[in-house]
């Protein structure tokens, strides 16, 4: 199960988050754990270079895509090679919906299609949808008879 997806500027403020699964208690620990991991690696890292690391039977995928950092959670059948995957998916539609490299700025203009690509992709801690054009095509917010 995918677990978590947050998005957060380079400050550690969570710009966007999803977690399926756990229990509001425990969202605060890891909104906490997850930035302190990105302030203390992420410095110095290029766009789209991947990091991983792991937290007991859970794994942690992130990176930095301009002035934003993205971080993916996941266990069992969601180990660091899948949550690749998924984290190869969010930032390319990140990059279509912004049309470039996003700054934090951008990013928060183009929220609400940011959002609704990352429902499209994952879907109650399931990976629904990897490929780009279907993606596009899901958050067109048209009727499905006029596609």
Known sequence: MILAVLFANSEGNILVERFNGVPAEERLHWRSFLVK????????????????????????????????????????????????????????????????????????????????CLDEIVWKGLLEN?????IRRLVRLKPPTEI
């Open 130 to 134: 990897t490929e780009r054009d279907r």
């Open 37 to 116: 991991l990105g302030a203390d690696n992420l410095k110095g890292v290029k766009n789209e270079e991947l990091l991983v690391a792991s937290h007991k039977s859970v794994y942690i995928v992130y990176t930095v895509l301009g002035d934003v950092s993205i971080y993916v959670v996941g266990k069992d059948e969601y180990d660091e090679l899948a949550l690749a995957e998924v984290i190869f998916a969010i930032t390319s539609a990140v990059k279509d919906v912004c049309g470039k490299i996003p700054s934090e700025r951008l990013f928060l203009d183009k929220y609400g299609k940011i959002c609704l």
